[in-house]
């Protein structure tokens, strides 16, 4: 049973690009999360993703914004990079009526020069 | 922004030894959790306890839990090398949300 997976594992960008980071959820899930770690903080919630819908968002400019496909899997896309936004970015799927517990992927280093 | 503060933000004790690490919050809360994380990487889920309960235990790690203090412990007993890492609480506001809000985290290192 394949747990959450991230793609890619690092990246690296610079001042104004655009990003686009993967998520596929674990099997049997359709909630999917995403979460901005900076260095030494504990992760902050981006927004989530139920039924192809944003259904929550934390406190993060329009800058960010997701997408989530039939399939349930995720994207989170980051427009006009700044340099703050160098941080681990997590995803993390659920089960939205079942439980509370979130399950989380190893997360995707982004480095912005 | 964080919900709460973890204490100490840094511990080291010696394997063998019991690692205690606190959280308090700053809202009402459905229940919190803690996760563990290893060297900046994914987070894995340790223990959920809900607002109505005020201990629980999984193997060597007991939750409790203060709603009057707004305020919660993680005790991991006869702690090992391998439980070296950061240990974090995080809040579920309210019934049915899925937003969890994290503190900033404690690191525990275990020197063998």
């Known amino acids: 049973d394949a747990g959450v997976t991230q793609s890619p594992t690092h990246l690296i960008k610079t001042r104004g690009q655009q990003v686009t980071l993967r998520c596929s959820p674990k099997s049997g899930h359709d909630t999917v999360s995403w979460y901005q770690q900076a260095l030494g903080q504990g992760p902050q919630f981006i927004f989530q993703y139920y039924e192809e819908e944003e259904r929550q968002r934390g406190n993060f400019p329009d800058r960010f914004s997701g997408h989530q496909f039939p399939n349930y899997s995720s994207e989170l896309n980051v427009n006009a990079l700044l340099l703050g936004d160098s941080a681990l970015y997590l995803c993390?799927?659920?089960?939205?009526?079942?439980?509370?517990?979130?399950?989380f992927g190893a997360g995707t280093r982004l480095s912005v020069l | 922004s964080q919900q709460g503060e973890e204490d100490p933000q840094a511990l080291s004790i010696q394997e063998g030894e019991n690692a205690t690490m606190n959280c308090s919050y700053k809202t009402s809360i459905n229940n919190l959790q803690w996760y563990r994380q290893n060297s900046g990487r994914g987070l894995v889920h340790l223990i959920l306890i809900r607002s109505n309960e005020r201990e629980k235990h999984s193997g060597r790690l007991r939750v409790t839990l203060d709603t009057s203090k707004k305020s919660s412990s993680l005790l991991i007993t006869a702690s090992r090398a391998a439980d070296t890492a950061s240990y974090f609480c995080a809040t579920l506001p309210w019934e049915g949300a899925q937003k969890l809000v994290f503190g900033q985290g404690t690191r525990l290192t275990i020197n063998p």
């Open positions: 993390a799927s659920s089960f939205r009526a079942a439980t509370n517990i979130q399950y």
